[in-house]
């Protein structure tokens, strides 16, 4: 299968007042077209940054970054992104922040196709009858949904999600979880989830990558069993324990808690 989002080999060093720092030591990872990969690592080894390099908003020092057999030197408006605390505009509606991209990103829509395709969305992500609500009405939630809509409304190849659901409460969160899996089904994407939390990985994604601690390389990569629609019930099963407890020790070994030649099991 042809790999959508192939990252090869990425070394990249932010300059710095005492010097370079290393981020990315040769970092590879891929994603096949409809793939949705979670990475998880110790904060601050480097997530963001491989975000920005797959976004084109940074060129790495070294290595490739290849989005639809394109090599990425430049921004890519057909990819989507959201982050942890959503940036909306006070001053408009929830509709009218969704189309935001559909003003930036050229777009083959007619001014009544955007509008349509924007409250499909919201209707998709259970925010029918919000439409016309300013950001400061919408819970924490709700905003993060309608971020949500905004990085899928111009159809990107590619979505790419910063911990996206980190700011919210546990059940708001598994609330998301479902809905997420919902879009997918209807509106098929490429993505790329950056998170914290262990559990949210195993149920969205179709692959964890564990990266290592700063500078960052791909440490272990484990494959979510395909058992059909997910059932958030997946979590409580004992080969979620399994899992949950593997992605556990290999965090500790990216942490340094644990010794490193445990790696290769
Ligand atoms: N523009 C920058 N200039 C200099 N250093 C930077 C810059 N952006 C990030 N860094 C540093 O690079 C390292 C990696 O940052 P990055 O944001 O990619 O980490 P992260 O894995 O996303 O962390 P977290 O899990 O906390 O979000 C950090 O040490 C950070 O301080
Ligand atoms: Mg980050």
New binding site residues.
């Given amino acids: 299968m042809t790999n959508l989002i192939d990252i090869k080999n990425v070394r990249h060093a932010?300059?710095?007042a005492s010097g370079p720092?290393p981020?990315l030591d040769g970092l590879t990872l891929s994603v096949p077209e409809g793939g949705f990969v979670a990475v998880v690592?110790?904060?601050?080894?480097?997530?963001?940054?491989?975000t920005?390099l797959v976004a084109g908003l940074m060129k790495p020092d070294e290595g490739e970054v290849w989005l639809h057999g394109e090599r990425v030197k430049s921004p890519r408006s057909t990819v989507g992104m959201a982050f942890q605390n959503p940036v909306m505009l006070e001053w408009r509606s929830i509709l009218k922040n969704v189309m935001l991209p559909l003003e930036i990103v050229p777009t083959k829509l007619t001014k009544s196709q955007q509008e349509d395709r924007a409250r499909y969305l919201l209707d998709l992500v259970g925010l029918k009858g919000f439409e016309d609500k300013r950001p400061s009405e919408l819970s924490g939630g709700m905003r993060q949904r309608a971020s949500l809509c905004r990085a899928l409304v111009h159809q990107p190849d590619v979505l790419i999600l910063?911990?996206p659901f980190g700011a919210l409460d546990a059940f708001t969160r598994e609330d998301l979880w479902q809905i997420m899996h919902q879009v997918k089904a209807k509106e098929p994407f490429t993505g790329v989830l950056?998170t914290?939390d262990l559990r949210e990985s195993i149920y969205l994604a179709d692959q964890v990558v564990v990266?290592s601690g700063?500078p960052?390389r791909t440490q272990f990569t484990l494959d979510i069993p395909e058992t059909g629609p997910r059932d958030i019930d997946m979590l409580y099963t004992p080969e979620a324990a399994d899992m949950l407890h593997t992605l556990r020790h290999q965090i500790e070994i990216a942490q340094g808690r644990a010794p490193a030649e445990d790696t290769a099991a």
């Fill in positions: 932010y300059k710095t720092l981020v690592g110790p904060s601050g080894c480097g997530k963001s940054t491989l920005k910063d911990e950056i914290h990266l700063r960052a």
